[in-house]
């Protein structure tokens, strides 16, 4: 039997958790001077993978519930609301994102003011005399 595409990327990405979880599971019990059994590892890893599918899931309904096709912050904030620290956390780097996307857009103002009164000055240097 032949995986599809979709299967193969699942499986993948089930990997990539996998790893990632073995990788800061070994990292913390090696701080703490314990151990962690690979079924814990795999529990872990098999846990986070159902969670960012029903957050993905609930990502998608909340974008088709407001009749969008992109998925936007408030959705993000709308699917981590039960957990309170990630509603926090979010929150937070949503701010900090909306405050440096601010900053950016002053400076292409001011950048844009520079060049165009640059552009409406009188070139000087190009007049001939007699």
Avoid: W
């Amino acid at each position: 039997m032949k995986m599809d595409d979709n299967d193969a990327q699942k499986q993948r990405l089930k990997a990539a958790i996998h790893y990632t979880v073995g990788y800061h599971c070994q990292h913390i019990a090696s701080d703490c001077e314990k151990q962690i059994t690979k079924q814990t590892i795999a529990a872990i890893a098999e846990t986070a993978f159902r969670q960012c599918d029903i957050f993905a899931k609930d990502l998608e309904a909340f974008a088709r519930h407001a009749k969008r096709h992109t998925v936007t912050v408030d959705d993000v904030k709308l699917t981590a609301r039960r957990t309170t620290a990630l509603a926090d956390y979010i929150q937070q780097k949503s701010e900090e994102l909306a405050l440096n996307n601010q900053e950016l857009k002053e400076k292409r103002k001011k950048t844009a003011a520079k060049r165009k009164s640059k552009d409406m000055e009188p070139e000087e240097d190009n007049e001939v005399e007699d």
